[in-house]
């Protein structure tokens, strides 16, 4: 049924905090790190002043139709972008008290003070029609002191934004104009909207809020830009795409460099990195580049196949060498003949295994196990490891003259956090491969959302990135944004405890607290915990030994 009620009606609930008291619970100050946030959507404080140097400047560059649709289509957007916030806020009131959180968001945001004349709305009867008042229009006001009276309604964006309000919490395209306004001398501003088809004049009306046709003009200039650029790159430059990877970063970059001067040789190259960095990719890319790209990649990893099996599994065996073994099979190695083999998590290989891969390296030839025929293969040989090899020799893991040979051409892949650049780059690649998967469009990710992940640590790197985005696609609802929650639910978790940890930290601030009886608590803990086991305590505590040992002599604790 259609909900019709008076101005007096509406205008109480405009004027009651409590109203308001749920929206302004979603607007967080965190001075610490210079930001506002709206629920997910980070805000900004700024005169209103910079919004008529703003639209001087614009109507300068653009004229007057341009300015007006552009000023039209941010409010539209600022708009669509609220009503996805407020349109959840309010689910046990009914349809015309929970649209009110539009015209109240706009006095929150210090825009303008709406005043209701007449509200009619029904989602179930597609039924609109809205009759306002705008009072102290920051729009209008700037409007006249950079371009003095107008001869037309000047609120640009304030009509804007109640069109996309209104037509993300209808379901319809409902278009609002302006019939007064202070801008042109009227005592207040006035807006009436309906839905689309109801206007005479709809054409023309939804002309300001369909791109620019100025915007087809530059696509096509940034096109061909773009081909301009293809025809100047340097070779390097154009070649970064062939390692299968994403980025632009200069960490990125270097490591391009480097691997495309190895790619033509047959010299064994070492990627060193931390796990989830893309290691693979690169190593792909590597074979794609080298003169081999036509005949087999082969890629192991040494850490998924059990020890007693790795020789066989490289270099094939024979019928009956041992119990299970029914029949003769070919290795890796064979496999990757002509081509490129590649090992990661090398350091997981057996003794056994270490020594026939050094022979393979040196001679060129291999046996495959429960056989003594000797067998030649050319292969080139790309190794993997997130362990540090030269360590592991040292404490007797990994044979020293496999390490020299292997460490040839060494490569360190940059962890996902040196290379921050390249995050907005990988999310919109995963999130383009997802979308597809799962037949969904997403708008991406909401402002808390890309916050977080720019200052993320990303202990699992690419991979954990591409999990995370692979699991909030799921969680997204299509056309939606994804937010903070469905990307790091594990986040939530954490502010709880970080409330509970200055909770406590709070209690403990009495009058009788003492820092140095508190840090002697923490440390006796620590090393009963352990044991008083100093390395595993230090560990715990998040210190190196030396500090704890220092500590432990300042407190006389033995």
Excluded at 106 to 113: E, F, K, N, S
Excluded at 120 to 144: Q, R
Aim: net charge negative; hydrophobic share 40%; with cysteine.
């Amino acid at each position: 049924m259609s909900q019709i009620k008076d101005a007096k009606f509406y205008t109480r609930i405009l004027e009651k905090n409590n109203d308001i008291q749920d929206l302004l619970d979603k607007i967080q100050f965190d001075v610490q790190h210079g930001k506002i946030w709206f629920e997910e959507n980070r805000m900004l404080l700024m005169h209103t002043s910079i919004m008529g140097y703003l639209r001087k400047d614009l109507y300068d560059m653009l004229g007057w139709e341009r300015t007006k649709r552009f000023f039209i289509r941010c409010g539209y957007q600022a708009g669509v972008r609220d009503a996805k916030v407020t349109s959840k806020l309010r689910p046990n009131l009914n349809e015309a008290e929970a649209f009110m959180a539009g015209p109240q968001m706009h006095g929150i945001r210090g825009m303008v003070q709406v005043e209701v004349n007449q509200l009619l709305l029904s989602h179930d009867e597609h039924k609109f029609y809205a009759d306002f008042n705008w009072h102290n229009s920051f729009e209008a006001e700037v409007h006249v002191n950079e371009f003095g009276t107008s001869d037309e309604p000047a609120c640009w964006m304030l009509l804007g934004y109640a069109c996309g309000y209104s037509s993300f919490v209808m379901g319809q395209t409902i278009i609002y104009q302006e019939t007064h306004c202070i801008a042109q001398g009227d005592p207040c501003c006035r807006i009436v909207g309906k839905p689309l088809e109801e206007w005479e004049n709809a054409d023309e009306l939804i002309q300001f809020m369909s791109p620019d046709p100025v915007s087809d003009e530059l696509i096509a200039l940034q096109s061909e830009l773009n081909e301009l650029k293809k025809n100047i790159y340097t070779d390097i430059e154009a070649d970064y795409t062939m390692f299968n990877s994403i980025g632009e970063s200069n960490a990125y970059r270097k490591v391009c460099e480097l691997l495309k001067k190895a790619a033509g040789s047959k010299v064994a190259v070492l990627l060193q990195g931390e796990t989830g960095v893309g290691k693979e990719a690169f190593a792909r890319g590597i074979h794609e580049a080298s003169l081999r790209k036509e005949q087999p990649f082969v890629a192991v990893n040494c850490a998924c196949i059990p020890p007693d099996l790795i020789e066989s599994e490289l270099f094939g065996v024979e019928k009956g060498a041992f119990t299970g073994a029914t029949q003769t099979r070919i290795g890796k190695f064979e496999r990757a003949h002509r081509g490129t083999i590649f090992l990661d998590e090398v350091i997981e290989l057996s003794p056994r295994a270490q020594a026939a891969l050094l022979r393979m390296l040196q001679e060129g030839e291999f046996e495959r196990v429960g056989d003594n025929q000797t067998r030649k293969v050319d292969v080139r040989i790309v190794t993997a490891c997130n362990e540090d090899l030269e360590q592991a020799v040292k404490d007797g893991r990994f044979r020293a003259d496999l390490y020299y040979r292997l460490n040839i051409f060494p490569v360190k892949i940059p962890p996902l956090r040196k290379r921050r650049e390249d995050i907005p780059l990988l999310i919109q690649h995963f999130l383009s491969c997802f979308e597809t998967m799962y037949d969904k469009k997403l708008k991406g990710l909401s402002d808390k959302a890309k916050n977080f992940v720019m200052t993320y640590e990303w202990p699992g790197n690419i991979r954990e990135l591409e999990n995370l985005l692979e699991r909030a696609t799921l969680l997204t609802d299509h056309q939606q944004e994804i937010k903070l929650e469905s990307l790091f639910p594990q986040h939530l978790d954490l502010e709880k405890k970080d409330d509970s940890f200055k909770s406590n930290i709070d209690d403990l601030l009495t009058e009788n607290f003492s820092l140095e009886q508190f840090e002697k608590d923490i440390i006796c803990g620590a090393m009963n915990k352990c044991s008083h086991n100093v390395s595993e305590a230090a560990r715990m505590l998040g210190i190196s030994r030396a500090t704890l040992d220092y500590r432990l002599k300042k407190i006389e604790l033995p």
